[in-house]
C-alpha cells in the first residue's frame, strides 16, 4: 500500500497525463542505488538493472503499444526464465520527459534519455546475420531460435544472446555509442559476463549497406571482429 502511495504522489507530482506517447528512445531511473535503463526501438525493448560494480538483472520482447496501452512479450529474463513467453499488459502515461508505465501491481516513472527517430540512423532492432570464419571467408548464420539481438536508440545500445524457445539467455551487454566519421565506438556500462570491462571503450570501422550493417575491429577480449548485422523486421 505505501509503495502505490507513493507512486500516486509520484504522477501527480509529475502532472503525468494517460494519453498514447512517444516510446521510442532510451528511459532511465534509479532506486537503491541501482540504475535501471530501458531501450525502446522497433517494436522491441530491453530493460536492464545495474550498478558501477555489478551487473543485476535484464529483460526484454516485443513491445506493442497501441494509444495508451501497452502490452510487453518477454523473450528473455535472467532473473526468471519463467516469464520468458508471457505477455504483460500496462498503461503509459507520460509527461516533461517522463514515463509512467502503470500495472496493477504499481508503476515505475522513467526520464528519458534520447530519442530513437530519422535522424539516428543506427536506432533499431538488428540481429547478427553473418561472421567472418577461421578462413577469411564472410559465412552466413542460419536463422532459429537462438539469436543474438542489438537494440540501439539515438545514443545507447544493447546486445542479447538468447533462446526464446528454450527460454536460455547467454549473456548482455550495453552502454553508450557515438557514430563519427564512418567509425562506431561503444563505451560499455555494464556486462553480464565480466564486470571488469564496464568503461572500456571499442571502436569498429562501420558501414551501413540498405538494411546490412556491417563493422570490423576488436572485441573486448582482443580478438577480431568482423561482421554483419542485419534489421530484424
Same mark, same amino acid.
Given at each position: 500500500?505505501? #509503495? ?38 522497433? $517494436? ?8 558501477? +560494480?555489478? @551487473? =543485476?538483472?535484464? $529483460? ?15 523473450? @528473455? ?6 516469464? #520468458?513467453? *508471457? ?21 515505475? =516513472? ?16 538488428? $540481429?547478427?546475420?553473418? $561472421?567472418?570464419?577461421? +578462413? ?20 545507447? @545500445? ?8 528454450? *527460454? ?21 556500462? @555494464?556486462?553480464? *559476463? ?10 569498429? +570501422? ?5 538494411? +546490412? ?11 577480431? =571482429? ?8
Amino acid at each position: 500500500m505505501k #509503495v502505490l502511495l507513493i507512486a500516486a504522489l509520484l504522477v501527480s507530482t509529475l502532472a503525468l497525463r494517460p494519453m498514447a506517447p512517444s516510446t521510442q528512445g532510451a528511459w532511465k531511473m534509479t532506486r537503491d542505488n541501482q540504475t535501471v535503463m530501458m531501450l525502446v526501438s522497433d $517494436r522491441y525493448f530491453m530493460q536492464t538493472t545495474y550498478t558501477p +560494480d555489478r @551487473f =543485476v538483472s535484464t $529483460r526484454g520482447g516485443i513491445w506493442n503499444q497501441d494509444g495508451n496501452k501497452l502490452s510487453m512479450t518477454i523473450e @528473455f529474463d535472467s532473473a526468471d526464465s519463467t516469464t #520468458v513467453g *508471457r505477455t504483460n499488459t500496462a498503461e503509459l502515461a507520460s509527461g516533461n520527459n517522463q514515463l509512467a508505465i502503470i500495472t496493477p501491481s504499481g508503476q515505475q =516513472v522513467m526520464t528519458r534519455v534520447d530519442d530513437a527517430s530519422a535522424q539516428t540512423p543506427m536506432a533499431g532492432l538488428w $540481429r547478427i546475420t553473418g $561472421r567472418l570464419n577461421n +578462413d577469411g571467408v564472410m559465412s552466413p548464420m542460419q536463422r532459429g531460435a537462438r539469436k543474438t539481438l542489438k537494440l540501439l536508440t539515438g545514443s545507447r @545500445f544493447q546486445w542479447a544472446a538468447i533462446n526464446p524457445e528454450t *527460454r536460455q539467455f547467454s549473456g548482455t551487454g550495453g552502454g553508450t555509442y557515438t557514430l563519427k566519421d564512418g567509425k562506431y565506438t561503444e563505451t560499455i556500462d @555494464f556486462f553480464s *559476463r565480466d564486470n571488469s570491462r564496464v568503461g572500456k571503450s571499442l571502436t569498429f +570501422d562501420n558501414k551501413l549497406n540498405g538494411d +546490412d550493417w556491417l563493422h570490423s575491429g576488436q572485441s573486448s577480449t582482443g580478438g577480431k =571482429v568482423n561482421e554483419i548485422w542485419s534489421k530484424e523486421k
